[in-house]
């Protein structure tokens, strides 16, 4: 339990680090720093909680907004110091996304006990804050982006669903998970890997179509 808890801190706290560098990026005061941590580092597990219909987990436990307030403290101080920041944001955001797809399918598999669901509740958990940071900052949404992304957090909850069906100890289902989340993430930004795009093509006139 103590070890699959830490995947929802780190989640929290390096995706608390992405909002935090998105308001660097726009030159936010230290209030901007600590609405983006916040909205980024609580934002995804927020949405998975209300959907579950469970007691949103930052409520009873104000130690998270803890970590959300000090990483943005701290990135507020040290953020000149980054060569390339926003860089540094896809990374940190794929380090967020492995741990949080996992976290997130634990989460729904205790709710729920069921697959399907656990694999969405990862997807969610470990996209969406990244989505409302980089639409409320006005940044390139990682969305948008060509290279894979709710596709790795989908791979990750998937291992993690099915390994821990298996019967798998929680070690042995949360860093094959995380792992593959990660490499997947990180080989389509390092790599640039994709799926082929939607290629449009004219619509017919009415007069063409039988």
């Known amino acids: 339990m103590d070890r699959i808890v830490f995947l929802d801190y780190a989640g929290v706290a390096v995706f608390a680090a992405t909002g935090a560098l998105a308001a660097s990026r726009k030159e936010l005061d230290i209030i901007g720093f600590l609405f983006f941590a916040g909205l980024t580092g609580i934002g995804g597990g927020t949405i998975r909680d209300l959907i579950l219909g469970v007691p949103v987990f930052w409520v009873p436990n104000p130690d998270y907004l803890l970590v959300c307030t000090g990483v943005a403290i701290l990135v507020y101080f040290a953020a000149h110091?980054?060569?390339s920041r926003y860089k540094l944001l896809l990374w940190l955001d794929a380090l967020g996304l492995a741990a949080y797809c996992v976290f997130g399918a634990w989460k729904a598999l205790v709710v729920t006990g069921s697959a399907p669901i656990a694999i969405v509740m990862?997807?969610?958990?470990?996209t969406f804050g990244g989505?409302?940071?980089?639409?409320i900052a006005g940044e390139p949404s990682v969305l948008m982006r060509p290279e894979i992304y709710v596709t790795a957090a989908m791979a990750g909850a998937v291992v993690f669903t099915a390994l821990h069906i298996m019967g798998m100890p929680l070690l042995g289902s949360v860093m094959p998970a995380f792992l593959t989340a990660f490499v997947i993430r990180g080989g389509a930004l390092k790599f640039g890997w994709s799926f082929p795009p939607y290629r449009s093509r004219p619509g017919r006139r009415p007069e063409d179509i039988p």
């Open 81 to 83: 110091l980054i060569e």
């Open 131 to 135: 989505i409302l940071r980089d639409q």
């Open 122 to 126: 990862g997807m969610i958990t470990a």
